[in-house]
């Protein structure tokens, strides 16, 4: 049981270029969330989905892009990376019900070059 | 809109006391806290739900105080393992699954 795992773990990307965060959970979670962290602004919520198929923004969507096929799967995606972009990334899981507790993957660092 | 968190720092001497704000502009439906070791993923620590129902940590102790949209976390006879960043995060309830999360307020705790 791996429980929440992302991959990969760092990046450096140049601005412009684009990439893909894989978040992976194995707890048959229904809702999915991805954020960033940033020094002094604690986490926050970039999109969430509560479904396979279906998502939704955040708080700081601009700039990202997501996808949920597969219910254990939550894809992130920066179309064209800016140095703004640069940041620790979480995905988390929870299941029902709302009262449950979210689960946080390692992370992944991101350079924007 | 975030929560404010309060105190934005604390620093403790193994065996003392700390008691850490959250505060919400919005009606709130529960409070999640969460601790963030450096380099590290946050882990849950405890839930709090209108209504006053409970569900967590058994060494540390919480309140929910609806109508005046607070909470806050008390860490009772610290130990340098509660060293990290603690944050609070609220849900407002209804179809809304989602938390928004304070700042965070760093904890520090000294041999």
């Known amino acids: 049981n791996a429980g929440v795992t992302q991959t990969p773990k760092f990046r450096v990307l140049k601005t412009g270029q684009s990439m893909t965060l894989l978040c992976a959970q194995d707890m048959n979670h229904e809702y999915m969330y991805w954020y960033r962290q940033d020094p002094g602004m604690g986490l926050r919520l970039i999109h969430y989905s509560v479904g396979e198929g279906t998502t939704a923004k955040g708080e700081v969507p601009d700039g990202y892009n997501v996808s949920r096929l597969k219910k254990q799967n939550f894809l992130l995606g920066l179309e064209s990376a800016a140095p703004s972009q640069t940041s620790v990334y979480f995905c988390a899981s929870r299941g029902r019900p709302d009262y449950n507790e979210q689960f946080f993957g390692p992370g992944t660092r991101l350079t924007v070059l | 809109q975030q929560p404010v968190q309060s105190p934005q720092a604390v620093i403790l001497r193994e065996g003392e006391d700390a008691v850490i704000n959250c505060s919400s502009s919005?009606?709130?439906?529960?409070v999640h806290w969460y601790r963030q070791k450096h380099g590290e993923a946050p882990v849950f620590l405890m839930i709090l739900l209108k209504g006053g129902e409970q569900k967590g940590h058994d060494k540390i102790s919480a309140s929910f105080n609806e109508k005046k949209q607070q909470s806050s976390l008390y860490l009772t006879a610290s130990q340098l393992s509660y060293s990290g960043t603690y944050f609070c995060?609220?849900?407002?309830?209804?179809?809304?699954?989602?938390?928004?999360f304070g700042k965070g307020t760093l904890l520090t705790v000294n041999p």
């Open positions: 919005k009606a709130l439906y529960s």
């Open positions: 995060g609220t849900h407002t309830g209804g179809s809304n699954y989602k938390l928004t």
